[in-house]
Structure formats: C-alpha cells, structure tokens
C-alpha cells in the first residue's frame, strides 16, 4: 500500500553498481557471502543449542548474536541479490517499509546486545564470586527483553517517521536497500524533522551501547592489570579482545554511515560503507567467535564425534 497523500506504490533499488560487467562476480561473491553468514550463525546456533556446558550467560547472548546476525542479513541478502541478475529491481512500497522495519530491528538489536556481552564480561572479570547470581537466568532475559525492545522502539521511531511522508513521482532509491537516508531523499516534503529523528535514534542505539561497552572494559582493563599471574592476564585479554573486534567493526561502520554530513559522504560511498556492516560483519561475527573461542572449538569437536560414532 503507498503512503497517505503519496503517488509512489513501489520503489526501484538501484542496487550497488551499475556496471554491467562487474553484476555477474559480484552476484556470486555476495551469494559466498551469504551463504557463509547462514553456514557460520546457524552453526553456532546449533553449537551452543547442543552443548549444556555452553548454556551460560556469555554464549546466551552469543546464541541471540548469532540469531540476530542470520535474520538482518536475510532481511537485507536477497533482495540485494536480485538487483545483480534483474534489469529493474523493484520493491513495493509496503515492502520497502517492512525491510526497514526489520533492518531497524535487527541492527539496533545487535547494538544492544554487544553492551549486555560486554557488561556480562564486566561481572565475570571484576565479580568473579557473585557473577552466577549476578547474570541469574532471570536477569538475562530481563537483558534481552530490553534488548530487543530498544529493537523495537527504534524500528518503530524510523519507519513511522518515513511512513508519514509524501513521495511524487522519484522513485528510484539509491541504494541495494530500503535504508533510511536514500529513502528520504525522494521526499516531496521537508525532511528535517525526519533526519532529526534519524540523528536522534541512531545516537541513542549507538550511544549508549558505545558508552556502557567504554566503562564495562575501563573496569575490566583495571581489574586486568592487577591479575598477577601472566597466564590469567593472557586468558582475560583473550576472552575480551574476541568481543572488542566485534564491537569495533559493527560500531565504527555503523556510525561512519549514519552520523556523517551527506556532504562528507556521498550516498555511493554510504552504500559501501553499509554494505560492511549489512554484509561483512554477519559473516564475520561467527568466524572471531569460534576460532578464537576455546570452549566453542571444544564444543564443535565433541559435537562431531557424537555425530561420527553414534
């Protein structure tokens, strides 16, 4: 359905080139990629499902990670797709809002559960003797219950703010996606107060993750530093330094694409930088967890001699 007042009943994507010689290698390096992303998080997933002695807080929010990842590179993955093998890739425009939604949900989702994983390391490092009551099974889901209810409130605040608005007769969406900001440059109307909700939501989904993350790991590099013995400070950097990779890919994309002046950076270059952290990050995220996760590659080898001698 189009919008109240609005002529527009479906978008066409642009996609991310126009170069017809580039659409055939870049169709099969994205499907690798997807593909990779679907393998590597459902993987996980059935890992952490599978194994009682990963059924901690830590992997908890590891397996929502995971669960996160597959679903927003999903939303995002074969629409995308299809713009490399169709001559006109459109969406409609209740479809174009839907993927918004969903794409909002997705991301602000992982922004916060990245700050409940950093806060769960926080209480294993610095309270080591109360961190069983601390991250109680109640209170993780308390955790992902305001997790994903930040999900929603900002896919709500973003897609009801580009839902009241009017588009004419430009339909042509500069971008492989429904994403905010090429979407609100096809309004007839004034877009300020639109783009004030963008900066607003999008600086509390990053801000106050960024700022619980900064003060879980400036307590937890000063507990780090009085751990006396080597091997303890080894094995505290090495459980951390996993989720601050994750931490800096998805954040600094995030904010690279979203809190930069459109004159600082073009559409075409925000296209690529949110293709790493639509595309590449999802994938990623299962790789830095498991081969720089002990328990995980523990866990994979008994999973698969169970399957082997069964």
């Given at each position: 359905m189009a919008a109240r007042n609005s002529s527009v009943t479906k978008f066409i994507l642009a996609g991310l080139t126009d170069q017809p010689e580039l659409q055939i290698p870049l169709f099969f390096l994205f499907l690798g990629f997807y593909l990779s992303t679907v393998l590597g998080n459902l993987s996980l997933v059935i890992l952490i499902a599978l194994n009682s002695h990963l059924?901690?807080?830590?992997?908890?929010?590891?397996?929502?990670?995971?669960i996160i990842d597959l679903s927003?590179?999903?939303?995002?993955?074969?629409?995308?797709?299809?713009?490399?093998?169709?001559k006109k890739n459109t969406i409609l425009h209740a479809g174009c809002m839907t993927q918004l939604f969903f794409f909002c949900f997705f991301v602000i989702s992982e922004s916060f559960i990245l700050s409940a994983m950093a806060y769960d390391r926080y209480v294993a490092i610095c309270n080591p003797l109360v961190y069983t009551v601390t991250m109680s099974p109640q209170v993780c889901s308390l955790l992902l219950l305001g997790v994903y209810g930040m999900g929603f409130a900002g896919a709500v605040a973003h897609t009801g703010s580009i839902v009241s608005l009017t588009f004419c007769s430009d339909n042509l969406v500069n971008h492989f996606m429904c994403?905010?900001?090429?979407?609100?440059e096809l309004s007839c109307n004034s877009t300020y107060a639109n783009q004030l909700v963008v900066f607003i939501v999008v600086g509390i989904g990053i801000g106050i993750p960024i700022v619980t993350i900064f003060i879980s790991y400036a307590f937890i590099l000063s507990s780090i530093l009085h751990i006396r013995s080597a091997e303890g400070r080894s094995k505290a950097f090495s459980t951390c330094s996993t989720h601050m990779i994750v931490v800096l890919l998805f954040f600094g994309s995030g904010a690279f694409t979203y809190l930069k002046s459109p004159t600082l950076l073009p559409l075409n270059r925000g296209k690529v930088s949110s293709l790493f952290y639509t595309i590449v990050v999802p994938m990623l995220n299962?790789?830095?967890y498991s081969l720089r996760n002990k328990d995980v590659k523990v866990a994979f080898r008994k999973t698969l001699r169970r399957k082997i001698f069964c």
């Amino acid at each position: 359905m189009a919008a109240r007042n609005s002529s527009v009943t479906k978008f066409i994507l642009a996609g991310l080139t126009d170069q017809p010689e580039l659409q055939i290698p870049l169709f099969f390096l994205f499907l690798g990629f997807y593909l990779s992303t679907v393998l590597g998080n459902l993987s996980l997933v059935i890992l952490i499902a599978l194994n009682s002695h990963l059924h901690t807080p830590m992997y908890f929010f590891l397996f929502n990670l995971s669960i996160i990842d597959l679903s927003y590179s999903t939303t995002i993955t074969p629409k995308m797709l299809m713009s490399f093998i169709c001559k006109k890739n459109t969406i409609l425009h209740a479809g174009c809002m839907t993927q918004l939604f969903f794409f909002c949900f997705f991301v602000i989702s992982e922004s916060f559960i990245l700050s409940a994983m950093a806060y769960d390391r926080y209480v294993a490092i610095c309270n080591p003797l109360v961190y069983t009551v601390t991250m109680s099974p109640q209170v993780c889901s308390l955790l992902l219950l305001g997790v994903y209810g930040m999900g929603f409130a900002g896919a709500v605040a973003h897609t009801g703010s580009i839902v009241s608005l009017t588009f004419c007769s430009d339909n042509l969406v500069n971008h492989f996606m429904c994403d905010i900001l090429p979407v609100l440059e096809l309004s007839c109307n004034s877009t300020y107060a639109n783009q004030l909700v963008v900066f607003i939501v999008v600086g509390i989904g990053i801000g106050i993750p960024i700022v619980t993350i900064f003060i879980s790991y400036a307590f937890i590099l000063s507990s780090i530093l009085h751990i006396r013995s080597a091997e303890g400070r080894s094995k505290a950097f090495s459980t951390c330094s996993t989720h601050m990779i994750v931490v800096l890919l998805f954040f600094g994309s995030g904010a690279f694409t979203y809190l930069k002046s459109p004159t600082l950076l073009p559409l075409n270059r925000g296209k690529v930088s949110s293709l790493f952290y639509t595309i590449v990050v999802p994938m990623l995220n299962p790789l830095i967890y498991s081969l720089r996760n002990k328990d995980v590659k523990v866990a994979f080898r008994k999973t698969l001699r169970r399957k082997i001698f069964c």
